[in-house]
């Protein structure tokens, strides 16, 4: 039998050879609050399209915040529309302040637009540190164009640098504000810890963990630049890495189908996927354990307000349903993005849901649409839905909050 999820992932998006990872990590000035600099990243499904950007506002603390989102959510805007280049850099260069001494912008910013669907990324630099390509370990240069931008009011000029090249499998892409390559500057680096050692502390990385994720790969970068600080940095410290990989996918099964019919073949879509496994609920257990005769076993309570998750061979984790999904939805939309996830969760049924699914970068969900008449007693707190709302709101989560590539099959 061919996989249904298979068949509709080659439909919409064709075979795509990579999944891009966008991830993370910053560090505040010393003795501030909040970071100056920003980052934001948006996946457009529609589009097949990955959008980051980095800004840098002049300074630290609060104003440095401020200017910075001002400048990155522009710059993330005007991307959305396939903006020309000269007119994004225009329309920034209009929006924010200048310095009354020097002239210049109290911002800078990286833009990274990479469409999947053409296999192509396009950068657009004003003043920060050079973005890296790393490439089979090495450094890939690509060939850069520069471009002067002219205010026509106060004749301030901006030079800017763009790129596009074509990704490959394994690429990974590390863009950073200037506290990172200016480390250690008057701390024993005379110089700062500089883009060479930048680069040769990346690849010693990668050396020692061929498969780092973007956001580990982030956090080595930072957390090495505040030692260059001796950990009281003098600067805000940011790095974004996004990383070109194998996707990696999770197949959730949750509800009976409408028709017994389909309890092979809905059984059957769990055997044959490739990836990690869930089944959420007692009937739906129930179905695939029959169907693929394979024996449920029960694991030890977790989580007291849940009912414990089970074993069964083949598949990754066991639980119960709605009651499961709901609790999973309220734990993902309180998540902190950019903190540990590692410790934010524990070893509860949902928490585990969770962990596998923020792990995933591509979730299919086999969703059985055979009402269950116990979920439509008045008695029942309100929070429980209906499975299909259920969906709905986990599918919203996972892709607003997560960018999450979701793909649903009702059966």
């Not at 603390?61 to 850099?89: E, M, Y």
């Not at 089979?136 to 240069?141: L, P």
């Not at 200037?178 to 060479?196: F, P």
Request: charge should be negative; proline fraction near 4%.
């Amino acid at each position: 039998m061919t996989n249904y999820f298979a068949q509709k992932y080659d439909a919409d998006i064709g075979e795509r050879k990579y999944h891009v990872e966008v991830g993370y990590y910053q560090c505040n000035h010393e003795g501030e609050k909040i970071c100056g600099d920003v980052f934001l990243s948006k996946r457009i499904v529609d589009e097949n399209r990955v959008i980051c950007v980095l800004s840098d506002g002049m300074g630290h603390g609060v104003r440095a915040n401020v200017l910075a989102t001002l400048t990155a959510t522009i710059s993330l805007n005007f991307s959305l529309g396939h903006k020309d280049v000269n007119a994004l850099a225009n329309i920034i260069m209009k929006a924010l302040p200048v310095n009354s001494e020097n002239g210049l912008s109290y911002a800078t910013y990286t833009m990274i637009d990479i469409s999947i669907e053409n296999e192509s990324v396009f950068i657009l630099e004003y003043d920060n540190p050079q973005t890296l390509i790393i490439r089979k370990n090495q450094i890939y240069e690509p060939q850069w164009t520069n471009i002067t931008q002219e205010h026509v009011d106060d004749k301030r000029v901006m030079e800017l640098k763009t790129c596009t090249f074509k990704p490959q499998l394994e690429d990974r892409i590390i863009v950073c504000s200037d506290g990172i390559v200016q480390s250690g500057l008057g701390k024993g680096i005379t110089t700062g810890w500089g883009r060479n050692n930048l680069i040769k502390y990346v690849r010693e990385v990668i050396e020692d963990v061929p498969d780092v994720s973007g956001t580990d790969l982030a956090e080595k970068v930072v957390k090495r630049a505040m030692v260059n600080d001796l950990q009281a940095p003098k600067d805000d410290l940011t790095c974004g890495i996004i990383y070109f990989r194998m996707p990696r996918k999770t197949l959730l099964c949750t509800g009976p189908p409408f028709s017994t019919d389909k309890d092979n073949e809905f059984a059957a879509i769990l055997r044959d996927f490739e990836g990690k496994k869930i089944i959420s609920g007692a009937t739906t257990t129930e179905i695939i354990s029959r169907e693929l005769q394979r024996e449920v076993v029960d694991n030890e309570i977790t989580d007291p307000t849940l009912p414990p998750s089970s074993k069964m061979t083949g598949v990754d984790l066991v639980t119960e349903g709605v009651l499961t999904l709901s609790k999973v939805i309220h734990m993902l939309n309180a998540i902190v993005v950019d903190a540990k996830l590692q410790t934010q969760l524990g070893r509860g049924p949902a928490d585990q849901i969770c962990q596998l699914l923020l792990d995933s970068d591509e979730i299919f969900i086999l969703v059985g649409t055979k009402i269950n008449e116990s979920h439509h007693d008045p008695s029942l707190p309100v929070e429980i839905e209906l499975r299909k709302h259920l969906i709905q709101r986990l599918s919203s989560v996972l892709s607003d909050k997560f960018m999450k590539v979701i793909n649903i099959k009702y059966m």
